[in-house]
C-alpha cells in the first residue's frame, strides 16, 4: 500500500534552533497536512497545502508541498519550548476525497 | 466554537467486558472518522461515515468492533468483547469536506 516516510524520527535542538522536518511519498497526493500532537492530546492540524510548489507560513512555521507533488517539507524557526510534541505529516491521495496517508511522526525534544 | 467532544477520556476495563466510546462532531461538519493510535502502529483509520452512512469500515479490526452514527451529532464505537490487544488511544475526528480534519482529545482504553 501507498506509505509515507517521515525524517527525521526524533530531533534533540537547543532553543532558538531552526528544525526541519520532511516527508516523502511514492505517490502522488492531492494534499499535504501538517499536524502536531501534545502529550495526551490529539493531533492539531498546523497547516494545509492544495497546489504543486504552494508555500505556506503560520506564524514561525513554514510548509511547502513540493513540485513533484510526492514531498512535504516543514520548518520551525527560532524554537521555544512548548514546540515540543510530535510532528505528523499526513498526504490525501488522488484516488480518495477522504483518506489520509500518515507519517510516522517526528518528535521534537528541546535540550534544556 | 466547541471542538469535537469525546468520552471517556480514560477507560480502563477487564477482558471480555463490552467498551462504548462516544463522540460529538463540530457542528455543522458532515463526515466523521474514527482512528486509533498506538506506538507499534501509529494512526490507523478505522471508519469513516459521510452524512451519517458508513462510507467505509475496512479499518475496523474484526466483528468485535461496531460503529453507529444515528445523527449528525453523535457517534459510537463499540468493543464487545474487549481483548487486551484492543489497548490504544482512539480519536474521533470531523471535517467539513476540505479534508482538514479536527480531531477530539481522544479516550484512552486500557484492557487488562
Known amino acids: 500500500g501507498q506509505q509515507l516516510n517521515q525524517s527525521p524520527q526524533s530531533m534533540f535542538i537547543q532553543e532558538g534552533e531552526d528544525v526541519s522536518m520532511n516527508c516523502t511519498s511514492s505517490?502522488?497526493?492531492?494534499?499535504w497536512l501538517w499536524y502536531k500532537q501534545d502529550p495526551g492530546e490529539g493531533p492539531v492540524l498546523l497547516i494545509a497545502?492544495?497546489?504543486a510548489g504552494e508555500l505556506t507560513s503560520n506564524g514561525r512555521l513554514t510548509a511547502q508541498f513540493g513540485i513533484t507533488r510526492k514531498d512535504s517539507f516543514l520548518n520551525i524557526s527560532a524554537s521555544i519550548p512548548s514546540d515540543v510534541g510530535i510532528y505528523f505529516c499526513a498526504g490525501q491521495p488522488r484516488y480518495s476525497n477522504y483518506q489520509l496517508i500518515w507519517g510516522a511522526g517526528t518528535k521534537l525534544i528541546i535540550k534544556p | 466554537d466547541a471542538g469535537v467532544i469525546q468520552s471517556p477520556r480514560h477507560e480502563v476495563t477487564e477482558m471480555g467486558q463490552e467498551v462504548t466510546l462516544r463522540c460529538k462532531p463540530i457542528?455543522?461538519?458532515?463526515?466523521l472518522f474514527w482512528y486509533r493510535q498506538t506506538m507499534m502502529r501509529g494512526l490507523e483509520l478505522l471508519i469513516y461515515?459521510?452524512?451519517?452512512?458508513?462510507?467505509?469500515d475496512s479499518g475496523m479490526p474484526e466483528d468485535r468492533f461496531s460503529a453507529k452514527m444515528p445523527n449528525a451529532s453523535f457517534s459510537t464505537l463499540k468493543i464487545q468483547p474487549s481483548e487486551p490487544r484492543d489497548s490504544a488511544v482512539y480519536f474521533c475526528a470531523s471535517i467539513i469536506n476540505t479534508g482538514e480534519l479536527f480531531f477530539g482529545e481522544g479516550s484512552r482504553l486500557t484492557v487488562l
Open positions: 457542528s455543522g461538519h458532515n463526515s
Open positions: 505517490s502522488i497526493f492531492n494534499t
Open positions: 461515515f459521510n452524512n451519517n452512512v458508513p462510507i467505509d
Open positions: 497545502l492544495y497546489k
